[in-house]
């Protein structure tokens, strides 16, 4: 076996949370070697203006995600049910390169509200106990307020776009006035509005709602991130998700992170290289690094003081349940942590088609979209709707596609000949969507574990996913997609189309969403939460788990921005407290 020299830190998986704790922690003078699994991306050699825009080889054959035939997982609703791999992503969509899942990400880049990191106390205190019953509620043992600079930091090195709403508690005309109070605006402008956006922010506004544009990761103009990378203004040609970008227009690691962080010394990356799982200590209480395989299949080991996983969500819970850190979680007790508190997001679309309209669809980009918030979170009153949260529900141009597009087609509309040509015609141009994304809490019997039957390619045991609707998600989505539907009618719009996840099972075919979070989550109690709130395991003090996998519960909004505050308030953390004195940063 190669065992490596040692290093301070070592990072499992170079996406957004690993870069940018990567750039954190060799900045202050830390030694720090990444693990990706993925091979090398770079923008000006993997993403020129010339490939890019390849809508086959991207956005449908997804060559940017993980290769089904490299690993899946097996999934189930409950644990009753025998669990069965999938064998098509559509619901998750794991990174598979240097950058990871911030590579092909549309670039939607939220906040979440102060409620959202305090939904089991505050939920509570407005509505009274019976609105938690049968769910998994749990504060996120951080508040909004702690987390607001750090957001600040990472919109810096993203070059946000944006229109704050709400800067120090004065509330400004055009942006969120829902969203928590912020210290300064976004480091560049809100970007342009489409025509279609244009109709939905001037429809929403006359109904009584407050449209706002979504903050994005695509730069609205020519912008030096704090860490002197150059980003380019974004040319609108709509094709960001599942896509790289040969603009360095879109933020993503190899636009705002990579460049600089590859320049330094004590920076080392090994690519095509896969992490098997932690190795702890003969005591266990400590790990004392990561065993990992090459691509040839030459086993390795790593050896590091601290142990930060950053993979995709799902592999962060894996990777903490092969390496025996923490309780795994019984779903007929409650009792155990690692898996607990697994979740998605709910999510309904509202098409119908303007005739008459020119929307001029391959105008867009992947957050470019105009939102309302009135009926996201806790932004309304609940009282007798009988659930919790909420969903933002806006119009976005995201770029039209050819063959995404092939769909967009009236109801009755014949898929074939001269009849489809000149419906496809027709319909491009006049169809639009209005899109609900929402909340999502857990329950008892939603979790993460290693299947019993299934492995991998290497004999480890693949993960295991329980979920299904609940009644508060079914419920939620029913209220917030009527509201939807009441914008499309004062729209004027014909065949209207209405899809909402929760009228079937869940199953990872056919969603709408790939926001996938919990498993290893955060919180100041050790006995619901494996991670403490600087995501420290609260066994294995030396040892971080940073993503996605943290959220205890879903937000209506897109998980980048809170993975990004995340990643960089554990960064801090670590070489400011836990380098200086090792051991637990809070007592349990």
Not at 21 to 35: C, K, P, Q, R, S
Request: with cysteine; net charge neutral; glycine share 12%.
């Amino acid at each position: 076996m190669q065992v490596r020299k040692k290093t301070d830190v070592v990072i499992v998986g170079l996406g957004w949370a690993g870069s940018l704790i990567a750039e954190e922690l060799t900045g202050a003078g830390l030694n720090v070697v990444a693990i990706e699994r993925g091979a090398w991306r770079d923008t000006a050699t993997d993403f020129p203006p010339a490939v890019d825009p390849d809508e086959l080889r991207w956005g449908v054959r997804r060559e940017l995600t993980q290769p089904m035939a490299v690993e899946t997982l097996t999934f189930r609703n409950n644990y009753h049910q025998q669990a069965a791999p999938v064998r098509n992503w559509s619901a998750f969509q794991f990174g598979w390169n240097v950058g990871g899942a911030g590579t092909h990400w549309a670039g939607m880049l939220w906040r979440f509200t102060p409620w959202d990191f305090e939904v089991a106390s505050r939920t509570k205190a407005r509505y009274g106990n019976q609105y938690t019953q049968g769910l998994q509620l749990q504060d996120w043992g951080v508040s909004y307020a702690e987390m607001e600079p750090f957001y600040d930091r990472f919109e810096r090195i993203a070059g946000a776009s944006g229109q704050a709403g709400n800067i120090k508690g004065k509330k400004i005309d055009g942006g969120n006035k829902f969203e928590g109070p912020r210290q300064r605006g976004y480091p560049t402008p809100a970007l342009k509005n489409t025509y279609w956006m244009e109709k939905y922010a001037t429809t929403t506004k006359n109904m009584g709602y407050t449209p706002f544009p979504l903050p994005a990761g695509n730069v609205s103009q020519a912008y030096v991130n704090p860490l002197g990378v150059t980003m380019g203004p974004c040319t609108y040609c709509g094709f960001c998700d599942f896509h790289g970008c040969g603009n360095f227009s879109k933020s993503s690691p190899q636009a705002c992170v990579l460049p600089p962080l590859m320049r330094r010394k004590n920076f080392t990356v090994l690519t095509e290289t896969e992490v098997l799982h932690a190795v702890k200590h003969d005591d266990g209480k400590t790990a004392k690094g990561v065993k990992f395989i090459t691509r040839d299949g030459e086993e390795g080991f790593q050896p590091a003081d601290v142990v930060v996983i950053t993979a995709y969500q799902m592999d962060n819970v894996r990777l903490m349940l092969l390496s025996e850190i923490g309780t795994p979680y019984d779903p007929k007790t409650g009792k155990g942590t690692v898996g607990r508190n697994y979740n998605y997001q709910t999510c309904s679309t509202v098409q119908g088609y303007l005739p008459g309209h020119r929307m001029n669809p391959f105008i867009g980009g992947g957050a470019i979209g105009v939102q309302i918030d009135d009926f996201n979170g806790d932004n309304f009153d609940h009282s007798g709707l009988g659930f919790i949260g909420g969903a933002g529900i806006h119009g976005y141009s995201k770029g039209g596609g050819p063959i995404k597009y092939m769909d967009n087609l009236r109801p009755g509309t014949k898929r074939w000949g001269s009849e489809w040509k000149k419906g496809y015609a027709r319909d491009y141009q006049e169809a639009v969507t209005i899109f609900s994304q929402g909340t999502s809490m857990a329950t008892q019997g939603t979790y993460l574990d290693l299947d019993t039957n299934y492995k991998d390619r290497h004999g480890q045991p693949l993960l295991r996913v329980t979920f299904d609707w609940n009644d508060n998600d079914r419920k939620m989505l029913n209220h917030v997609t009527d509201k939807a539907q009441g914008i499309m009618q004062e729209l004027g719009a014909e065949g209207v189309k209405i899809r909402r996840e929760t009228d079937e099972k869940w199953n990872p075919y056919s969603q709408l969403s790939s926001h996938t979070i919990g498993g290893a989550v955060m919180g100041a109690d050790p006995a619901t939460a494996p991670l403490n709130p600087f995501l420290q395991s609260w066994d294995v003090p030396n040892v971080f788990v940073v993503g996605a996998s943290a959220f205890p519960n879903n937000g209506g909004y897109n998980p980048s921005g809170t993975v990004g505050a995340l990643a960089i308030r554990t960064a801090q953390a670590i070489h400011q407290q836990y380098v200086k004195n090792p051991g637990k940063l809070i007592g349990a």
